[in-house]
Structures are given as C-alpha cells and as structure tokens.
C-alpha cells in the first residue's frame, strides 16, 4: 500500500473535525509522516533538482526588476492532495529566494515535513496579556525558532505553542508538505491571516513578569485577511498517488 495512503488512512482516524483526537494518534501519523519521501509523492525528480542546487545555478526570477521587486517574484506552487472535515493534505513547491510570508493557523494543529531542500523558518507565539488589544493593532510575541531547516525535518504546532504563526524563505528548491487538523475554513474561524513586524510598541500593554521585554516582538495583522502584495500561489499538479474519500 502506498505509503501516502497509509497516512491518510492514519489521519482519518487520528483526526476529527475538532482536531487531533490525543497527543498519542497525532505521534502516530507524524511517525508516519516521517517516513514519507518525495518519491512516495511523484517529486523525486524535483528532489533530484534540489540535491544538485546550488548559487550558481539559481535562475534570475529573484532579480528585482523596473516594476518593484516583486515583479520577477519566483512563484510558488501548491500541490492539493486530500481535503475533508477533520484534515487537509498538500504541498508547496518553493524556488530559491521564494517567502512564504508570517500567517497563522488559529485554531489548528499543524504538522509540516520538509521533504527535500534547505530553508529558513521564523515562528512566533501570542503572549498572553491580562487585556489584549484590537487585533489590528501591533500584539506582542516570543520567537519560538529563527533557524535554517535542512531536509528531512517534521515539525508540529499547536493552536497556542509551538510557533503558530510562522514564515519561510527558501535557501534552496524545497518543499514543505503540510498536515492540518481540522483544515481552515471561514465559516468556522479558521480563516488564514497575513501579519507583519511592527516597530511601534503598545506600552499600555503590560507583559507578564517573566517575559523579557528585549525578546519581545510586536506583530500586526495585515487588513481583511489579505496576504502582503505580491505573494501568490499557482495551483500545480500533484503526481502522487490519489486519497480518495
């Protein structure tokens, strides 16, 4: 049985539309997930491309052009394996110097696997304060990891820990197959925000006494849950084995 097949089958029962059922059936599908290769999802020759990477090879699509530096963005493509009620499964395709920009996940549990290629990940966690301000206005965060992460890696987050609002930057052709439980969904909260840092501090906002104010970031929720300009996502093919339902 293809290996994809098996982590679905895993998920199904791992996973409702509330979210991991226990700590325990969500270890079992990120042992799973661990075992996934790109060849088990059609990317072996685009892991093969990424394996003989290197600065001398990248293309010019990173060069900043008349029209901002946006114009020659390299663009990013996500792959759509399977999506129900309780999980969604896909993948992104990111070129050299492609960002994935800081977004959350609200209320769902997160696992993301490398599968092949080198990058650099920031994540950030809420910090809690006795009186929260207006979501659109600068909120302050701990950095849970600022690092290059190379292939294969699996990493979990939580709905409150573990780094739930996060950003990528490719160093080299990478891809990140991502898990979530439950999926996002509009209708039931779960829609997806773009943020960015702020240099202006809230000091009305008192942090907790443990907190050290200099490790402290201020972030900002961009409006209407639109993402930075620029950033887009084409819809590629997957090649890999078909979930059904």
């Known amino acids: 049985m293809p290996k994809i097949k098996n982590l679905s089958d895993a998920c199904k029962v791992s996973f409702s539309p509330d979210g991991p059922i226990s700590e325990e059936t ?6 799973l997930l661990d075992e996934i290769r790109p060849l088990d999802l059609g990317l072996d020759n685009e892991a093969q491309i990424a394996r003989n990477w290197n600065s001398s090879t990248r293309q010019q699509n ?8 946006n114009q020659y963005a390299p663009s990013i493509k996500y792959l759509h394996i399977h999506e129900c009620e309780s999980f969604s499964m896909g993948i992104f ?10 977004h959350n996940h609200p209320g769902m549990t997160v696992l993301s696997k490398l599968l092949y290629g080198k990058l650099h990940a920031e994540s950030y966690d809420w910090i809690d304060v006795a009186d929260p301000t207006d979501p659109l206005k600068p909120r302050p965060a701990r950095c849970v990891r600022d690092r290059e992460m190379t292939a294969p890696e699996t990493t979990i987050l939580y709905p409150d820990r573990g780094g739930n609002i996060h950003t990528f930057r490719a160093i080299t052709p990478c891809a990140l197959f991502d898990v979530l439980s439950p ?3 509009a209708e039931n909260g779960r829609d997806c925000s773009y943020f960015r840092k702020s240099p202006v501090k809230e000091p009305s906002v008192v942090l907790p006494s443990e907190i050290d104010s200099s490790e402290v970031v201020w972030l900002e929720e961009l409006e209407d849950h639109q993402p930075p300009e620029g950033f887009v996502v084409a819809r590629g093919l997957y090649k890999g084995p078909v979930i059904r339902r």
């Open 26 to 31: 969500l270890e079992r599908v990120r042992a």
């Open 93 to 102: 395709c990111m070129p050299p110097s492609s960002v994935i920009p800081l």
């Open 62 to 69: 990173g060069r900043r052009g008349r029209g901002g530096p």
């Open 183 to 185: 999926p996002y969904s």
